[in-house]
Structures are given as structure tokens and as C-alpha cells.
């Protein structure tokens, strides 16, 4: 079964929280997967977390060679890759984003601007991918020109 869950920074204190994702009352949430007991209402209720809505990403399903959870907004290294018809291994950074169209997540190749879909990557990941920032704890790591984008 395929691991949904979500990442937003908290409103209040900055940091990145992990877990589902609710939107209450336009506000959006990021649900932990426990429950806390709460002395007001006498029962255990869901922790939620009010979180920026630009900093929203969702959890790949791919991991990098380190075993780190890989986000849409994360900023990966790619240690080598296969150009097509390349003669020589390629190294380069790329961005993971949502691709509204396609309906999927992609890289986009910071130093190149060109696009890549995952699913064509996915076998490679654990073996050739190190998250090394995201786009918005590390905007330093997206070229100038290319911004940041999505759909």
C-alpha cells in the first residue's frame, strides 16, 4: 500500500510537520498520526497543525540514497544519470514538483531547464539521488531564471 501523508511548516514555530493533510475552515492542516488526549472534551482528539499553504508538499513514495523521504519541493542532487545517446555519465540538481497536466511528479532540472518525468526515474532513486535542501528552507539552490514554478 502506498504511503500518503503530507509536510507543511507550522504557522507558529516555523517547523516542518509531517503527517495528513486537512483543510478546516480554509485553513490548511497537517493532521499527526496520533491521537492526544484533550482535558477539555474528555477524549483523545487528532493533533493538528496550522501550516503555511506555500510550503505544502507531498511524501514521493521515493526515497534517496540515503533512505530520506523525498517531498514535492525538495531540491535533489542527482549523482549521475544517463543522457540519452550521452557518452559521458551527467551530475546536476533538480527540483521535484507537481505536474497538474500530467498528473504527476517530475524533476525539473535546475541547470538545464528541461523536464523529467519520475515514474521514468523512480528504479534509480535509492541508488543515484541525495536530497540536499527545498525550495524553501534552501531557495539559494534554485537558479534565478527558473524560479519557482509547479503545475
Known amino acids: 500500500m ?7 511548516k507550522e ?5 516542518w510537520v509531517y503527517g495528513g493533510f486537512a ?6 492542516c497537517i493532521v499527526k498520526p496520533v491521537l492526544e488526549f484533550d ?10 497543525y496550522s501550516v503555511d499553504p506555500s510550503t505544502v508538499g507531498q511524501f514521493t513514495g521515493i526515497k534517496d540514497m540515503y533512505g530520506k523521504e523525498i517531498y514535492e519541493g525538495d531540491v535533489i542532487y542527482l549523482h549521475a544519470f544517463p543522457e540519452e545517446n550521452a557518452e559521458e555519465v551527467q551530475t546536476g540538481t533538480a527540483e521535484i ?14 541547470r538545464f531547464n528541461n523536464e523529467w518525468a519520475m515514474t521514468t526515474w523512480s528504479g ?3 541508488e543515484t539521488w541525495e536530497v540536499i535542501g527545498n525550495i524553501h528552507d ?3 539552490l534554485i537558479a534565478p ?6 503545475s
Open 2 to 8: 502506498r504511503d500518503i501523508k503530507f509536510r507543511g
Open 11 to 15: 504557522v507558529r514555530s516555523g517547523e
Open 23 to 28: 483543510n478546516i475552515e480554509g485553513s490548511p
Open 39 to 48: 482535558e477539555i472534551q474528555g477524549c483523545e482528539l487528532p493533533v493538528l
Open 97 to 110: 514538483y507537481w505536474k497538474d497536466i500530467d498528473m504527476e511528479f517530475q524533476l525539473r532540472a535546475l
Open 124 to 126: 534509480w532513486a535509492s
Open 138 to 140: 534552501n531557495p539559494e
Open 145 to 150: 531564471e527558473q524560479g519557482i514554478s509547479g
